[in-house]
């Protein structure tokens, strides 16, 4: 597995730091990236709770209410064409 770094700057860093370290440049990032982590809160998912408030703020914000009328799979469709793509039916 491979990963590029196209930014100059950050290839001589990962280098730097692995001649620092005496370590293959991968062992340098591992090592750097373990440490990152360790460090770095985990990322924490919404609670159902949360996304129903987010959504109510959104509706507020459009000025919507539910209920919404039901809408049919033509409706759907036409509203969500793409236009140029076929449907294979």
Known sequence: MA???????VERKARELAL?????????LDDALNRALAEAPPRRRP???EIEAATQRMWDKAGVRP???????????????????????
Do not use: C
């Open 47 to 49: 609670t159902a709770q």
């Open 20 to 28: 620092r370290h005496g370590q293959s440049i991968t062992a340098a």
């Open 3 to 9: 990963i590029l770094i196209k930014n100059p700057e």
């Open 67 to 89: 209920p919404f009328p039901p809408v049919t799979k033509e409706e759907w469709d036409e509203i969500n064409e793409i236009p140029g793509l076929e449907d294979d039916d």
